[in-house]
RNA sequence: GGCGGGUUGCCCGAGUGGCCAAAGGGAGCAGACUGUAAAUCUGUCGGUGUAUGCCUACGCAGGUUCGAACCCUGCACCCGCCA
């Protein structure tokens, strides 16, 4: 077994990490307990996540025991952002929220054999905490002087936006989960980004000033792209776990457009392929560029990953068959339709002007914009640009009766279904 | 609780009575060039659609005025200092 340290640096996963000669160690003592936590903020979690939840999975590969924990509590909080105090969801949202996002970690581990992974939440062990206990039992061994330290906390002093003492408080709640989970099973390492290190680091003092014990914490890096914009958000916005707020089409798409000096950052931290398979893609990369063949190898595992090997394969052959050289209308029906299926969609009764389908298809956010795309000349129907504002598609546009393919741009496709049924 | 400062479009930020759908920058979008890449250059960037129109918008609600993002009143939220 390789050193799971090792690989995690050479994956570039290892931001910050407590003593790291320790880590070593402990993790080749025997099965080490790691936990991350996630905080239900949305009905989803995004790619951005999925550093964490694989980092876990990392872990379990390399026999130790993960435990995923969803914020319950913490969710109800909310951890201090940079730019803005978070708006306060409500109970019964946080706990849909909860049970979305647990059901989206777990596909990721492994609830079987010796290092079997086990989800916990934070709620259970706050919701029956009073206030009083929280002051006297915890809040006692957290000094504010240190509180106020954490960067998290000194930035938003710091600017001109202020804190809450609801976020302010976060730490503590964070701490407490590491110490209880610490009690609960032994768990002496949690990882996180490495925006989380005053939380994570809040745990370990909470942890050795209650119980003595010496525990570890682990962060990677922020995820950043070549040109140093922030990575997992798109033009169109997050890229979502969730199929019905991404696509799997529109997921694989992601990857496949990674720029080519992203591409080997980007395998090192998501793939699971071997050292070699990911050098090797890199070499590829790097003499043959225009092949893209580190796009679609990372475009394929992780829609495969995320989504399941099916969707996978659809949402290849689909990108296959609408980027393809040939003409559209060439394309047989069953091959069109399964295509067109992982596209947005709409369904008009009648041959409608071009302005209006792209509207309706969702491709631009009105008509104006939609207007402006084809003076700008960036529309198409069946691959064909649209030059005239009012252009109104002819019934033999019709790829077989039935269907037309909008797109806007290079990249942007939608279908249209016209039936008068 | 008192005093002072602030709240502008996706973000930052200018604008202190008409010339403001609102400068400038960033992001975004489109085009050219390409490889469904990057960089660069060009255009564009509230809605409706073509009407010197109408609607929506400068924290919220009222008011003054022929006319308000700009003035007045109240409210909400944020920041600072003092208590």
Redesign the pocket.
Known sequence: MTDIVDELKWRGLLALSTDEDALRKALADGPVTVYCGFDPTAPSLHIGNMVQILTLRRFQRAGHRPLGLVGGATGLVGDPKP?A?RALNAPETVANWVERVRSQIEPFLTFEGPNAAVMVNNLDWTSGLSAIELLRDVGKHFRVNKMIAKEAVARR?NS?????YTEFSYQILQGLDYLELYRRYGCTLQTGGSDQWGNLTAGIDLIHRVTGASVHALATPLITK??G?KFGK???GTIWLDAELTTPYAFY?FW??????DVPTLLRIFSFRSREEIEELETLTRER??A?AA?RALAEEMTSLVHGADHCERVVAA??A??GQGDLADLDRSTLTAALAELPYAKVGNLAPVVDLL?ESGLV?????????IK???AYVNNTKVTA?DAVPAPEDLLHGRWLVLR?????LAAVEVATD
């Open positions: 730019t105090e002093l001109d936006l202020g804190i809450s070549a040109d914009t798109t033009e169109s798409q496949l457009n990674a720029e080519d000096r560029p225009a893209r796009q990108s296959r609408l980027f509207a956010s009105s008509k104006s914009a939609a207007r402006r795309t700008e000349g960036g504002e806007r741009g290079k990249k942007h």
